[in-house]
C-alpha cells in the first residue's frame, strides 16, 4: 500500500498537535510534581478510584481506563498503597482479581492538589481558547478517539493495551 503522506498544512498541524500534546503534559506532570508530590499518572488513578461510588475499581478496569499495562498500574498502585492513599482488596466476584480501593488518606491527598490541578488546566488549556475553540477542541478529540478506538477494533492494538 503506498504512502498517503502529509500535505504541508497536514504536516504543521501534526507538528503543532504533538509538540502542544508534549508540552501540555510536561506541564500538569510538573505542576502535580510541585504542588502535589505525584505524577500525573498516579492523580489520574485516584481521580478515577474517587468517580466510583464505592471508591473502587478492579486493576484491570483501571488498567484499562487509563490506557496502561497492568503491570505499570500494579506498580502505580504499589508506591500508591505506599503512600497510604490505596489499598487492594481481594474480588469478591473473581478470586484471582483484585480491586484498588481509594483510601480516605488518599481522596484528601486528591482533593489537595485537585484546586492546583485545575487551575494548571485552565491556564492552559481552557482560558487561551475561545468558547468556539473550545468547541472544536472537544469535537476534534473525540473523532480522534473515535479513529483510535475502531484502528483497535480492527486488529491494531497499542503497546500500552494488556
Known amino acids: 500500500m503506498a504512502a498517503r503522506w502529509l500535505s504541508k498544512e497536514e504536516q504543521r498541524a501534526w507538528r503543532a498537535y504533538i509538540e502542544a500534546v508534549r508540552l501540555l503534559q510536561d506541564a500538569l506532570d510538573a505542576q502535580l510534581q510541585a504542588d502535589a508530590d505525584m505524577p500525573h499518572a498516579y492523580y489520574e ?21 487509563t490506557q496502561s499495562s497492568r503491570s505499570r498500574v500494579s506498580h502505580a498502585v504499589a ?20 480491586l484498588a480501593v481509594l483510601t480516605d488518606e488518599g481522596y484528601d491527598a486528591l482533593a489537595a492538589a485537585a484546586a492546583g490541578h485545575v487551575a494548571a488546566v485552565r491556564e492552559t488549556v481552557i482560558d487561551p481558547l475561545s468558547r468556539e475553540q473550545l468547541l472544536a477542541l472537544a469535537d476534534a478529540s473525540r473523532a480522534i478517539s473515535a479513529a483510535v478506538e475502531a484502528m483497535r477494533d480492527h486488529g491494531v492494538r497499542s503497546r500500552a493495551t494488556p
Do not use: F, H, K
Not at 79 to 98: A, F, H, I, K, T
Open 79 to 98: 508506591r500508591l498503597e505506599e503512600r497510604g492513599w490505596v489499598r487492594r482488596e481481594p474480588c469478591p466476584s473473581d478470586r484471582r482479581g483484585q
Open 45 to 65: 488513578i485516584l481521580v478515577r478510584l474517587s468517580e466510583r461510588p464505592d471508591r473502587r475499581l478492579r486493576m484491570a478496569e483501571l488498567a484499562t481506563g
